[in-house]
């Protein structure tokens, strides 16, 4: 009893002795910020993190923190996964697989951040975890410690465009161009107009004073074109003079007023057409008066007009921009958003550099042309100042990201440049500085990719999908005026639907979808648009051909066009050398022809043999398929509908996954045959990539990103039955996917192509390529090569 009483004494006390402190403190003014446990040296939100360093691959390198407005190391005294975990997380991916120690990727420069750091691997900030403190460390840069992530991004991650520029509270976060003319804003893209910028407090202007070109060519670039021009400054002068009215004399229109108004309109108008307007709007810009930026410095060369040196005004806005006006900017388009095209067509260029892999225009791996042959670029130094020199010269913009990891997809044949590094002013990547580069020293798993900044077109406004289960599927919707109407799904393919997601900025086309009676249907819409023909590379479906009036023999609802989309695909294409590697002639008898006669694999001058007598003539070869994108290769129909074919003992997934072609010089079929494909799965696979696809016991089937199918020249119908060919000069032909009943990041690489030549006895096959690994010039070449006039292959 004493016990409990003592207790109550000592909770007593603290409570009289700890409750009137606590509301004797004041109340913090709301902007403070709270004051930091002892654990905590910095709130995790003011912290940014990047991996640095070369070489290296997306998702590892120097690990730098930027702390009180400066970038800096961590050393690796201590240093363990558990670290490596944390920081992982804060750069977006869900784990670490490895660290690094003793720079390993170079030494950093400036502060040491961070020393002796020890993390249980479940804090949500590194800045949590035990450490000597920020800025006290007895290590050097030689000590600099680095990470290796997993390469899977944590859910909603967004892949950041890390410009590096002082953070400050004046920050310029957006830019737009706002056209003068009031017609000019219902033309796209915006070509010309007054350069605006976002920060905290809204939109502003920038004062004209000290604008230079430099300054224009950065802006253009965001904006996403190559070039800048001269603006008709005598113009915007004469505009200027027109709108300076006294304010004495400006009538604000009433209700009382409005008549008058419209007389002086219709007035100025005849005598001076379309200036009048323009003027007002200019005048009525000048009125807001609100410029954020007084001067800006721009080398010409910086991909955001964040990076350069800017001015910001101070104190009353409305004296800022002394004798000046908003700063206008024009800009020239590349072909592809030239506005005499109408962008009806994709222009016809003979460039020496391409992106292949991407969802959409202006993004994919960096491929560049050397002698006649197409190869890549390895991401050792690979930055936004060379990326951005790719985008120019593919008529875009400045880069938004220069990616590593071969984060397009893997590319094939040779790898062209090593170690880029451009100045930002070259017109050509070709005239940057870059090193050679042999088979040891990188691989395609390190193919350099780009993002660029395009002109907004607005297609994403005239799309929609409705009635779907998320953002990504859904019955096509286009607008005709102000009226939203679906589309007939007669015709409706892949290709339509690549078109249909890339316009609505959702990626690829998984599935194209001619029944959509399985989704909701409680909004359905009129059918508006009707025969649908797409090349698949349109930017939105108003480009494909199409009906001028509804003409749909399948108008219902339920036959709507619709679509799946994703933002990841996958890419087959075929091993070419092992192709000519493989290549060869048997006869092989009837009697062992049965099961490939029934699937269909045999000419048609086969029914009429003397069976189970003579033989036919077969040419085998090897076919060994990859998948070289960023998706699972999967069959379209699911196992349920399936075909067993008792004959072989197999499933078809596909009723066709490849032809096989023999054609004459001028393109004539000679010879064809086919391949179900009755077991697609992984063979084998690159190191590090685990098989997910087995035939076996009704296993799922399907080929996995960095794994390959292999076809031996052995099993049944892999051949072209040449029985009835005469001797002479051939082209060998290979497409896989022929059909495009499968959706994939690029159809240009399907097809593989050699040049034969048979004697009637013997076939020689050599200049095996995938179809486009060749300039153009080089694949006419080909196409008229006159055969060999020996059996010597040079």
Known sequence: MELCQWWRHIVVFLL???????????????????????????????????????????????????????WGTICDDDFSLANAHVLCRQLGFVSATGWTHSAKYGKGTGKIWLDNVQCSGSERSVSVCKSRGWGNSDCTHDEDAGVICKDERLPGYVDSNVIEVQVDENRVEEVRLRPVFTIATKRMPVTEGVVEVKNKDGWAKICDNGWTPKNSRVVCGMMGFPHEKKVNKNFYKHLRKRSAVPKSKVKVTTARQEPKAKAIT????????????????????????????????????????????????????????????????????????????????????????????GAKYGEGRVEVLKGSEWGTICDDRWNLLSASVVCRELGFGTAKEALTGARMGQGLGPIHMSEVQCTGHERSLWNCRFKNITAEDCKHSEDASVRCNVPYMGFEKTVRLSGGRSQYEGRVEVRVGQLWGSVCSEGWTTKEAMVACRQLGLGFSMHAITETWYWDSSNVTEMVMSGVKCTGDEMSLSQCQHHRTVNCQKAAARFSAGVICSETASDLVLNAPLVQQTTYIEDRPLHMLYCAAEEDCLSKSAAGANWPYGHRRLLRFSSQIHNIGRADFRPKAGRHSWVWHACHGHYH??????????????????????????????????EGVSKRYECANFGEQGITVGCWDLYRHDIDCQWIDITDVKPGNYILQVVINPNYEVAESDFTNNAMKCNCKYDGHRIWVHNCHIGDAFSEEAEKKFEKYPGQLNNQIS
């Open 266 to 357: 219709k007035t100025s108008t005849k005598s001076k057409p379309g200036k009048s307007a323009a003027a007002k709007r200019l005048y009525a810009e000048r009125q807001k008066n609100h410029f954020l930026v007084h001067s800006v410095a721009c080398l010409g060369t910086e991909v955001h007009l964040a990076a350069c040196p800017l001015e910001f005004n101070k104190g009353n806005a409305t004296e800022s921009c002394p004798g000046g006006m908003p700063a206008v900017v024009s800009c020239v388009p590349g072909p592809l958003y030239a506005q005499s095209t109408a962008m009806k067509k994709k222009p016809k260029m003979q460039s020496t550099i391409r992106l292949k892999g």
């Open 653 to 686: 997934s596909m009723d066709i996954f490849t032809h096989y072609d023999l054609m004459s010089a001028n393109g004539t079929k000679v010879a064809e045959g086919h391949k179900a494909s009755f077991c697609l799965e992984d063979s084998d696979c690159d």
């Open 16 to 70: 009289h002795s700890w409750i009137p402190s606590c509301f004797a403190q004041t109340t913090p003014p709301v902007r403070s910020s709270p004051t930091p446990t002892p654990q905590t040296a910095e709130r995790p939100e003011t912290l940014k993190f990047r991996l640095s360093g070369f070489p290296r691959k997306h998702n590892e390198g120097r690990i730098e923190v930027f702390y009180k407005g400066e």
